[in-house]
C-alpha cells in the first residue's frame, strides 16, 4: 500500500474540484511528459482509478487519504451519488449499510421509488426500509401512494439517511 508522504509526492489534489493531477518526481521509469495531467481512468462500473506503484486505487478513497492522512475504516459514500465527483465535501467515510442506503435506484426497479415494489402475486405493493439499527421494516399496501408515503416516512426517521 501507497504510504500518505508517497501519495503527497506524487500527486496534486484540489479538494474543490476532486480532481488528481500528476506531479514531476524523480522516479525510475517516469515519464515526465505526464507531470501536470489529470491522473486516472474511469472504470467499467464507473469509478475513477488511479495506479500507483503497480496497484490500482480508487480516487475517492486516495481523494480521503490525501486530506486526512488516513485511509478511510469503511466505505466512501459520495453524497450527491455521482461517482466521479471526489470533492472532499462530496465524501464520507461511513459503514456498508449507510452507504447502500445513499445508492442509487436499481433497474429492476419498476415504480420509480426506491424501497416501494409491485407484488405481482396480489396485485399489491411492498414498502420497505432498513431503519438506524439494521432492522428492516416492510409493510404492504394496496394502494401506491400509500406504500410511498410509508416508505418516505421511514426515511424521514433515519438519521443517516440523506
Do not use: Q
Amino acid at each position: 500500500m501507497i504510504t500518505h508522504e508517497e501519495l503527497l509526492r506524487c500527486l496534486s489534489y484540489d479538494a474543490d474540484t476532486g480532481v488528481f493531477k500528476w506531479k514531476a518526481c524523480n522516479k525510475p521509469n517516469w515519464n515526465a511528459r505526464y507531470a501536470g495531467t489529470i491522473a486516472g481512468t474511469v472504470s467499467d462500473n464507473g469509478y475513477l482509478i488511479i495506479s500507483l506503484r503497480g496497484f490500482r486505487y480508487r480516487a475517492h478513497r486516495l481523494a480521503w487519504y490525501y486530506v486526512n492522512g488516513s485511509m478511510p475504516c469503511g466505505d466512501i459514500d459520495h453524497l450527491n451519488r455521482d461517482r466521479l465527483d471526489n470533492r472532499i465535501c462530496n465524501l464520507r467515510d461511513v459503514g456498508r449499510s449507510v452507504n447502500l442506503k445513499n445508492s442509487s435506484l436499481r433497474g429492476r426497479n419498476k415504480t420509480g421509488v426506491c424501497g416501494v415494489f409491485k407484488r405481482k402475486d396480489c396485485n399489491s405493493y411492498l414498502a420497505y426500509a432498513i431503519g438506524d439499527d439494521g432492522v428492516k421494516v416492510s409493510k404492504t399496501f394496496c394502494d401506491f401512494f400509500e406504500a410511498v408515503c410509508f416508505r418516505k416516512s421511514i426515511e424521514s426517521k433515519m438519521s443517516t439517511y440523506i
